[in-house]
């Protein structure tokens, strides 16, 4: 396989990947699939990574991430359904 067709499959699986945390977290259902509301809410975060607070946020859903992943671990259920 070439090179580039490599890199291209990694990067799909990528942001797959992260959109399977979208769904995961809910924010599909919450927010009835809208994608303006979405990415609204995601600049905000990024907004909020860049500022001077930005290391206070990253701890706190840092922590709340690595929760819910063990807890999803330890009952092998998903957090959210």
Do not use: C
């Not at 399977?20 to 995601?42: F, N, P, S």
């Not at 600049?43 to 500022?51: H, S």
Request: glycine share 8%.
């Amino acid at each position: 396989m070439r090179t580039w067709q490599v890199e291209r499959r990694k990067r799909t699986r990528h942001l797959i990947e992260l959109g399977g945390l979208v769904v995961k977290a809910g924010i599909v259902d919450l927010t009835g699939d809208d994608r303006a509301l979405i990415y609204g809410a995601l600049l905000w975060m990024a907004d909020k990574l860049k500022n001077e607070q930005g290391e206070h946020a990253r701890a706190l859903w840092t922590a709340k991430g690595k929760q819910a992943f063990e807890a999803e671990r330890a009952t092998d259920t998903p957090t959210i359904s």
